[in-house]
């Protein structure tokens, strides 16, 4: 899952309005933000097997901090204190608590069997929609359109970046996505985990949209 997890940050304007997508996209790509730099740190490992699946080519041996529904939970709570001690804003923490664990629920519907529930010997799990890419893409592809539809009648544009720099971030995480799908599997562990780390810049452009929108019916400054 890639384009659904911001479609859920999109979508979250709507319930926490004052909260920067920035943030919501950072909550709800959090666990993809801390597993490259897992990977490059040795703590935890995948492996590139092609044909794996029949539209993912990584094979998740080892992510326990990363993506085991224990610890993910906890993340929940952790970036979720963390907001709210900062920001004093409940709802906003408790939206930023439910992206954290929806990253979890939306990889189990495409990932096989390899999402652990907690360290160790434990259950893993998976729906394993990426053996029907098709479904799979078509999935990713609903959920960015209704986050984007949401978020687009949530706010308004105050100028052309709010306006064509969201056009611009949604047809970009269409085409990642699809290159995601149907691209050659990539040459190496470290090119994952690099490429993986370019999301920071997807938040930052998150960031940088919401700044050029206002809530619609809001007040203009």
Request: no cysteine.
């Amino acid at each position: 899952m890639f384009a659904g997890h911001f479609a859920a940050a999109l979508a979250a304007k709507s319930v926490a309005p004052r909260a920067s997508l920035g943030t919501l996209a950072f909550a709800a790509q959090w666990l993809d933000l801390l597993w490259p730099t897992l990977l490059l740190l040795g703590v935890e490992r995948v492996r590139i097997e092609p044909g794996a699946t029949a539209s993912n080519p990584l094979v998740f041996e080892h992510y326990p901090w990363s993506h085991s529904l224990a610890l993910v939970l906890v993340w929940a709570g952790v970036l979720a204190a963390v907001h709210f001690a900062v920001r004093r804003e409940l709802r906003a923490a408790l939206v930023i608590a439910a992206l954290v664990a929806s990253h979890w629920l939306l990889d189990a519907l495409v990932h096989v069997p390899d999402l652990p529930i907690a360290p160790g010997p434990a259950p893993r799990v998976g729906a394993g929609l990426w053996n029907q890419p098709a479904l799979a893409l078509g999935i990713e592809f609903a959920l960015l359109a209704a986050g984007t539809l949401i978020y687009a009648r949530t706010t308004v544009a105050t100028d052309r970046i709010g306006r064509w720099g969201l056009v611009a971030f949604v047809t970009l995480l269409a085409m990642i996505q699809t290159a995601n799908a149907f691209g050659d599997p990539p040459p190496s562990v470290a090119a994952v985990a690099w490429v993986g780390q370019a999301q920071w810049l997807l938040v930052a452009w998150a960031a940088w949209i919401d700044r050029h929108r206002r809530i619609r019916n809001g007040p203009v400054a």
